[in-house]
T-cell receptor
Framework: DTEVTQTPKHLVMGMTNKKSLKCEQHMGHRAMYWYKQKAKKPPELMFVYSYEKLSINESVPSRFSPECPNSSLLNLHLHALQPEDSALYLC??????????FGSGTRLTVV | GENVEQHPSTLSVQEGDSAVIKCTYSDSASNYFPWYKQELGKGPQLIIDIRSNVGEKKDQRIAVTLNKTAKHFSLHITETQPEDSAVYFCAANGGGSYIPTFGRGTSLIVHP
């Protein structure tokens, strides 16, 4: 299995909702990442997990809460989002410090 | 921190032509330079990468060159095909960080 699987593919949520994005990989990669991507822009790093521990938080608002239940799973919990948080949320993994494998992303719309 | 500039922002070619995308970086300690292709509705896909101890790398129709002295690297696609149409991102991993800094992207359009 050489893929990163993200669910759901699309999500529409209200500003008072709570939802979660899920990411799964079975390549034995020890680093996993959440990125946010706006249209026609490069991905922006949000969080990095290394060996299941949060190692980087790029000053992301607390309405985004990451979780790494085990070495194969990565979640992003969403609460009280704003319309400007609408974007493509990408999960990625890597075996070490190089060569990311990205998922196809979750297209999030906040209404 | 690292700063990566990418040009052009848009590149339009005829099928069969070559395409070249150029990037410059600022941190002389950067040692890993990946290129990602992002098709519409998909996540970026690593297509080729190069490390600082290598000057050129080829994989079928794509090649990457690196000039450490000038701090620039380029992606070359030969015999372009319509399925090469996508957004291409270069990136550089700073010597002190394993997190890549991405360029702003190049939208490549290959006309049949």
């Amino acid at each position: 299995d050489t893929e990163v699987t993200q669910t759901p593919k699309h999500l529409v949520m209200g500003m008072t909702n709570k939802k979660s994005l899920k990411c799964e990989q079975h390549m034995g990669h020890r680093a996993m990442y959440w990125y946010k991507q706006k249209a026609k822009k490069p991905p922006e790093l949000m969080f990095v997990y290394s060996y299941e521990k949060l190692s980087i938080n790029e000053s992301v608002p607390s309405r985004f809460s990451p979780e790494c239940p085990n070495s194969s799973l990565l979640n992003l919990h969403l609460h009280a989002l704003q319309p400007e948080d609408s974007a493509l949320y990408l999960c990625a993994s890597s075996p070490d410090r190089e060569g990311y494998t990205f998922g196809s992303g979750t297209r999030l719309t906040v209404v | 921190g690292e700063n990566v500039e990418q040009h052009p922002s848009t590149l339009s070619v005829q099928e069969g032509d070559s395409a070249v995308i150029k990037c410059t970086y600022s941190d002389s300690a950067s040692n890993y330079f990946p290129w990602y292709k992002q098709e519409l509705g998909k996540g970026p896909q690593l297509i080729i990468d190069i490390r600082s101890n290598v000057g050129e790398k080829k994989d079928q129709r794509i090649a990457v060159t690196l000039n450490k002295t000038a701090k620039h690297f380029s992606l070359h696609i030969t015999e372009t095909q319509p399925e090469d149409s996508a957004v291409y991102f270069c990136a550089a991993n700073g010597g002190g960080s394993y997190i890549p800094t991405f360029g702003r992207g190049t939208s490549l359009i290959v006309h049949p």
